[in-house]
């Protein structure tokens, strides 16, 4: 998707994805990984989600990024956080409460700016992109993270063809072929999401989230 699709999303608060609270498939499985206190966690695509804010209260360190701007300042701003800002090549970088967003592309990011990575979660960053540029993200941006890096990955799972993306469907396969070259692969669970859940997918027959660890050799 062009940047300037995700910046009229923002401009008119059609951010369905946002949740309110914190992922709960997050608050089930991330214990499991075993990260310890203190680690960085890489938040692609963040928006302005609570589930960094649910990092940073187990003791992580965050560095998220994100196009739009505007999502970043309601962030701090819905927090109650005053963010030091500075610039650098990756763009605008706003810290705080040891919560570091970046306004700037994913995939201008480099190995030097994910070395501090332990883990990343992926919520709706790879299902936010076309075909195309899910098979760009993970060459150009999972291939940054380090060796030894772990974390989770949510997925969508639909008929495709009911319905145009974004949220895109990612189906098991997909997953495989985009990570498996450099990335250890794990189903942890797959549900159904049902017609009635304020996640639901308008316009499809049947919706399932899947979610997966990952682990960079």
């Known amino acids: 998707m062009h940047p300037e699709f995700w ?16 992922t709960p498939l997050l608050l089930k499985h991330w214990p499991a990984l075993d990260i310890p206190a203190g680690a960085q ?19 992580y360190r965050v560095l998220g990024v994100e196009l739009s701007q505007l999502a970043i300042e309601q962030f701090f701003v819905e927090h109650g956080l005053q963010p030091d800002i500075r610039e650098s090549k990756y763009g605008r970088h706003y810290s705080a409460n040891g919560i570091e ?3 700037g592309d994913a995939f201008a990011l480099d190995a030097q700016a994910l070395r501090d990575c332990a ?7 790879l299902i936010a992109l076309p075909p195309e540029l899910r098979q760009r993200y993970a060459r150009e941006v999972y291939a940054k993270l380090p060796t030894g890096c772990r974390g989770l990955l949510i997925t969508l799972e639909y008929p495709q063809a009911e319905r145009a993306g974004p949220p895109f469907s990612v189906l098991q396969d997909e997953v495989l072929s985009l990570y498996s070259a ?9 549900r159904p999401i049902p017609p ?3 996640g639901y997918v308008a316009g499809v027959s049947q919706l399932d989230t899947a979610v997966y660890v990952l682990r960079r050799r």
């Open 7 to 22: 910046h009229q999303r923002w401009a008119d608060n059609q951010i369905g994805f946002h949740q309110d609270t914190p």
């Open 41 to 59: 966690v890489f938040v692609p695509l963040a928006g302005k989600s609570l589930d960094m804010v649910w990092f940073a209260a187990q003791g």
């Open 101 to 103: 967003l970046i306004c």
């Open 119 to 125: 883990a990343v979660f992926d919520r709706a960053a």
């Open 182 to 190: 450099d990335w250890d692969i794990e189903l942890l669970e797959r």
């Open 196 to 198: 009635e859940h304020p």
